[in-house]
């Protein structure tokens, strides 16, 4: 169940769930992305989006499910097999080497299947120049503001040259005209360079500007997905957003 | 070429000549400032760069040590190939420890204590292991000191005052190259965060046991050296946790993480305690332990002044540092 104008499906999650003791954090979710998509996943606070991103990346083990990437499985392959397979990840709670410099913390990434430090310098500036951040390449990644550290998590997973780019919230506490400028990357990367997009974002602007699938996450099942209007418009997914009326 | 690496190729080229100036006492001071460099610099691959604690590095001394030493003794084996037998003892030793620690997830403190325990343990054992002499020690034939037999590691302390530089020069190199190359990005990546380390596409626990073995590796020949100049192997004294404090103070004061850190901070321990004994006995005192507490002292001011050690603040001062680029010159 590809999306309409999509390519083949180059992420397939079907039926994964995750129990957290008692929590049931992400249940049988399924969802498909095509290559050369870009696909947003949207849902209420604690609603396991971070969890089913944190599956897809490697950093937890589905209880059950499959997941596939490029037809084969990842479930349960560790974090570094994962991106060595082809998906960049961002964190949502930024997450840089802070001892080390702007470039420095790309170039860890940009030395994916390769020990060629000009490779790996080369990939991590064309990244860095992508999001607009070469002038910073010499700071050090302790002294960025918050908007250019959610940069760097990204300038770092593309540097690792992935096919599937996984983006946890990168939009948070940006200021509209940010926001443009960053959709307008990834629009270009998208474009330009084929990577296919899976981004968790609560910036609807973002959304409606990138996305164009949206999977909707509630209480850790997927209640929803289509065209970003198509989904908005749903009542289930506004309800779950704002809550039904009482009495209900 | 850079200021840093001018300066560096000057400092050489003084070490160099070094002996020519130097008494038999200076001489002996200098081998243990390059030998503390070299060790120290083989320490902070394992925390300075990789961020893994170790507390007991008297075990990887100990162990090439006693691994060399006893080849030469019974069996006659050169130094040159029992060094050879040495890293690989101390590679596996080291890979045992990694072993435990990272594949159960012992991180931190408890890391820390790991490498104590071995260490301690490795000690007692030694202390009943007859056929290196158990505690009565082992002892290597000593030869004539004025004829130099480069062979078997026997001879006149200016012979070891240039393996000394040998082996602090070698690790300096070998340091550099390493953090220059992805395995040096990878471990400073584990060391700031491993979670993002792994997302990036490190194999977070082939490279810790990477940075592990290489600096037991290292320190495996710090332990032939150390066999072969003082002649003597006491399993109290070599495997003794004190000298594996002793080891991390260089590049602790000097500056961790850094490539000057540990010869820097070697220099200072090595001429402040020499110093101070020095300069107690002239007057006429000797107080047992006092180059402990001096130890504690030093290791006190410099956490509570400089946080990061002695080289970034003088690195910054004289323009070695170039901030942020790429990490190979300004932490050098």
New interface residues.
Partial sequence: MTGPDAGPALLEVSGVSKHFRGLKAVSSATLTVGEGEIVALIGPNGAGKTTLFNLV???LMPDEGQIRFRGRSIAGR???QV??AGI??T?QIV??????????NV???G?????D?RL??ARAEEALRALDMWDQ????ASALTLPDRKRLEVA??LA?QPTLLLLDEVMAGLRPTETDLMVAAFRRLNAERGVTILLIEHVMRAVMALAQRVYVLHHGEIIASGTPRQVTSNPQVVASYLGTVAGH | MNRSKTALLALLAVLLIAPLALDRYLLSVMILILYLAYVGQAWNIMMGFCGQLSIGHALYVGLGAYTAAALYQHFGVIPWLGMIVAVAVCVAAASIVGWLAFRFGIGGTYFALLTIAFAEFTRIGFDHFDWVGASGGLFLRVEQQGNIDLLNLRGHPLMFYYLALALAVSGFVLSAWLLRGRAGFYFRAIRDNEDSARAAGVDVFRYKMFAVQISGGMTALAGVFFAFYYNNLFPEQIFNIGRSIEIILAPIIGGIGTLFGPILGAAVVTVLSEGITEALAAAGYEIPGVRQILYGVALGLSIMFMPHGIWPVIARRFGFARPGTEGDDDRA
């Fill in positions: 990346a490697g950093a560790r974090p570094d991106c060595a960049g990840r964190f997450k840089p080497f802070a001892d080390l410099s702007v470039i420095e170039m860890v990434g030395f994916r299947g390769t020990a430090r790996a310098r390449h010499a700071r050090m770092r997973a690792s």
